[in-house]
């Protein structure tokens, strides 16, 4: 399997950014597909996910409300549409298959791929 984001770029802040996730060796079809991000110097944090059972949403708390995860199953495409973007948006943005354990969903393959870089300016 190769994840591969791209979209990413300088933005200033308050301006938006449409994020591409391509998955390649394995169809997106049954997989809930989720997007996380890591600033330097921080953990990786979940972002949102896009589930394949109901086609719901769940996103974290720091981007409910600007962000949204959707899904082209024939393209075998995950996207993530982010707007009203902060500072503290910036990050390298991953995507991933993930699963739920509680509350928290993780990328249970635990490979990252290539991720794609998203800088917000002040």
């Known amino acids: 399997v190769q994840l591969q984001a791209s979209g990413g770029g300088l933005v200033e802040a308050g301006g938006s950014l449409r994020l591409s996730c391509a998955m390649s060796?394995?169809?997106?079809?049954?997989?809930?597909m989720g997007w996380f991000r890591q600033a330097p110097g921080k953990d990786r944090e979940f972002v949102g996910v896009?589930?394949?059972?109901?086609?719901?949403?769940y996103y974290g708390d720091s981007v409910e409300g600007r962000f949204t995860v959707s899904r082209d199953n024939a393209k075998n495409m995950v996207y993530l549409e982010m707007s009203s973007l902060k500072p503290e948006d910036s990050a390298v943005y991953y995507c991933?298959?993930?699963?739920?354990?509680?509350?928290?969903?993780?990328?249970?393959?635990?490979?990252w791929g290539q991720g794609t870089l998203v800088t917000v300016s002040s």
């Open positions: 896009t589930t394949w059972t109901t086609n719901t949403q």
């Open positions: 060796g394995v169809s997106i079809n049954g997989l809930h």
């Open positions: 991933a298959p993930v699963a739920r354990r509680g509350t928290t969903w993780y990328n249970y393959i635990e490979y």
